[in-house]
């Protein structure tokens, strides 16, 4: 008898086997959509994964029959497919959730789709820039490293114009019949990047937002599985999903960016080893684009695992932006402060508003202060449902209270007038987030625009965009913000970028604070004298003697890489080492504690050393959930398969155990 396989969008292990519909006449594919009786009345919607002749020993009786196929063909390609199954063993996740992940949710619904009419592809072929000496060497080797290795990495400085060498493969690409896929960070795909590559590929570009809605999403869906609609397909890292045909090239720009990371829900995967895998289902090649690799991508560029294409000098003989260290600590000693602006920098700052420039103001945080003191008690309120303290907000009207905000899960309360401890002091901040910053710039600067872009002012659909805009146009003088202001943008008038607290990030307690830390500081550096103008950056810090701030003057990525890769080797982190992250969950703590130190022990048991002890996260609690975590550090030269088997035969274990039930697990491959 033949019977079918399908995938349900669920988080359950196994797979869910039905007959075929009685009025079934024709046999159907391997990617089509099926709905199916699930339990006792729900009809739910999966795809095919086979269609197959009952083994037989097979009871085909217990299997139910399938309702009916709501059109005749595939939604699912046979590529996209391999990549699913690939996600779900390499994150080790179900076929369910990858398909949750990969499907708009309109698609995940009962309404037949019509397959889509040739239509007629107008080949608009228009002019890109042509490319200087230096892009056009930079194109050569490219396409001359990609006959040794399908991935290469083309590290390029900032403003040295890889978007047009992008421009002119993706071109190269489809004369020859491929397609393209153009993955941008998050945040980074502003109309800026789309309206270049509007002017160049017109109608026969596909823009995949994260903003978009289910709608959109299916609709830029069926035009990609379509195959006859775009040559080019820019997208955040959930375009990797589409239903591609003839794919030729992926281009990661930016590929250093944590945004490639998807952390919550599983698959929690990285677009950039994502899209070397569909790359490969292809045949087609990925090119990685950035002006600060990945220290992974860099190790690997170097190892010749991919391809190494630089570009040093900036497009048009402009040159990298001066860095100016400010010393903090001296500035507080001689009282030669204004709020969080050292002296130096407000005259800077001045001089050039003088001039009729901009200037770019980055903080780390965002918020008013990040925590509230009370001066008296040592008071600080914190969140009642998470382990964290409270941020304060400035009132949205001036006649309303400040609130103080949680920036994991959104609690917040008016915040409070006198300390509610010991009713005496007057809580005052400690700490200061992008929205104080922005309010000493325009005390300080009265006649200055000031604007802010962070979480907060961007969440409106187009907010973010019309900040970009507003500020391009030079409507704003001063643009304070966060990493935000970081992602690929280009403004001309900027000669100014201050960094408030330089050595604020480099504090944190993660291996790979420190490479970030020269990555957000690089790419917000870049950001200056991107025309005409030399640019400058006013970097202040409390740690002068950081040797990354000795790298960042010289623009010396390569020194910051070499020291930390011997760090990495010596404390047995990637690329040496790969981590699988295991995060386990329970309202009860008791419970949680039980769970997390048999689980640690069975591990400790199979793994020994590479297996961590059980540690309490620093927000050790987040929306009334305990949480703890353990890490496995598995050597880059053995069976990652075969640890990840292994690994998930623990966890099923410790699973069955009766004092264990209940802890929610989730596991995180390669984490970040
Ligand atoms: P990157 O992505 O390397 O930071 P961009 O691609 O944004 O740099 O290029 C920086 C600036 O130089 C942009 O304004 C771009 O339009 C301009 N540019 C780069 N290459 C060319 C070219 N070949 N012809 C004309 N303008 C170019
Ligand atoms: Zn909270």
Redesign the pocket.
């Known amino acids: 008898m033949t019977v079918i396989d399908v995938i349900l969008p669920f988080a359950v292990e196994g797979s869910f086997t039905y007959r075929l519909p009685e009025s079934c006449e024709y046999c159907p594919q391997s990617g089509q959509r099926v709905l199916v009786p699930l339990g006792k009345k729900k009809i739910v919607t999966g795809i095919v994964e086979s269609v197959r002749e009952s083994g037989e020993n097979e009871d085909t009786n217990v299997y139910r029959e399938a309702v009916r196929f709501p059109e005749d063909f595939p939604i699912v390609t046979s590529q996209q497919m391999r990549l699913w199954k690939w996600m779900a063993s390499y994150y080790m996740c179900t076929l369910g959730e990858v398909m949750r992940a990969a499907l708009p949710a309109t698609l995940r619904v009962d309404k037949g789709l019509k397959p889509r009419k040739k239509s007629e592809s107008v080949v608009e072929t228009r002019l ?5 000496e230096e ?1 056009l060497r930079a194109k050569n080797e490219i396409e001359n490293a990609w006959n040794k290795t399908p991935t290469v990495l083309l590290f ?11 421009i002119h493969l993706a071109q190269e690409q489809i004369r020859q019949g491929g397609k393209v896929l153009y993955l941008v960070p998050e945040i980074a795909l502003t109309t800026q ?1 789309t309206d ?1 590559l509007r002017s160049v590929f017109g109608e026969r570009l596909g823009v995949y937002h994260s903003r978009f809605t289910d709608r959109e999403r299916e609709e830029i869906y069926k035009n990609v599985l379509s195959g006859h609609k775009y040559d080019v397909v820019i997208g955040v890292r959930s375009s990797l999903f589409l239903p591609f045909r003839n794919l030729g090239l992926v281009i990661v ?1 930016e590929e250093h960016d944590t945004s490639y990371k998807q952390q919550d829900p599983a698959p929690r995967y990285h677009a950039r080893t994502t899209a070397q895998m569909l790359a490969s289902l292809f045949g087609a090649k990925t090119l990685l ?1 950035t ?1 600060t690799p990945a220290v992974e991508t860099y190790y690997n560029a170097l190892n010749g695992k991919y391809g190494l294409v630089e ?1 040093k000098q ?3 003989g ?1 040159k990298l932006p001066a860095i100016h260290l400010l010393d903090l600590q001296r500035a507080y000693k001689q009282k030669k402060m204004e709020g969080h602006f050292s002296l130096p920098l407000v005259v800077r700052i001045q001089e050039q508003l003088d001039a009729g420039k901009q200037v770019l103001l980055f903080q780390n945080r965002r918020g008013y202060n990040s925590y509230i003191e009370c001066p008296e008690c040592g008071y600080i309120p914190k969140c009642i449902n998470c382990d964290i303290s409270l941020t304060e907000h400035k009132p949205v009207a001036p006649d309303m209270p400040s609130r103080l905000v949680c920036h994991y899960c959104g609690y917040s309360i008016p915040a409070p007038a006198v300390c509610p401890e010991c009713g005496k002091g007057v809580p005052v901040d400690r700490g200061f987030g992008t929205e104080k910053i922005e309010e000493e710039a325009q005390q300080l600067f009265p006649d200055a625009r000031v604007a802010r872009m962070d979480t907060d002012t961007t969440h409106g659909k187009d907010a973010h965009e019309k900040l970009i805009r507003r500020f391009a146009d030079h409507e704003i003088d001063i643009l304070v913000g966060t990493q935000m202001i970081t992602k ?1 943008l ?1 403004f ?1 008038d900027v000669s100014l970028v201050a960094i408030l607290k330089a050595d604020a990030m480099l504090n944190l307690p993660d291996f790979r604070a420190y490479e970030r830390g020269y990555q957000i500081l690089e790419q917000v550096s ?1 950001r200056a004298g ?2 005409g103008t030399e640019g400058h950056v006013i970097l202040q810090t409390s740690d002068v003697e950081n040797p990354l701030f000795a790298y960042l003057k010289q623009h010396n990525y390569e020194a910051m890489y070499a020291e930390q890769v011997e760090q990495r080797k010596a404390f047995r982190y990637p690329p040496f080492y790969r981590l699988i992250g295991l995060t386990m969950r329970h309202r009860e703590q008791s419970r949680l504690e039980t769970a997390s130190r048999t689980l640690q022990d069975r591990l400790k048991h199979v793994f020994g050393a590479r297996c961590s002890a059980v540690i309490v996260p620093a927000v050790g609690r987040v929306q009334n959930l305990y949480i703890r975590q353990l890490t496995l550090k598995i050597e880059a030269t053995a069976s990652y398969a075969k640890a990840k088997e292994m690994l998930a035969r623990e966890i099923e274990y410790v699973k069955t155990l009766p004092p264990c039930k209940g802890t929610l697990m989730t596991l995180d491959v390669d984490p970040m």
């Open positions: 890109a820039h042509p490319l200087n892009q390029g400085v900032t403003s040295s114009g890889k978007t047009e060498v992008y990047l270049r720009d684009g002006a570009m900036r497009y048009a402009l690929g280009h001309k870049g991107r025309a």
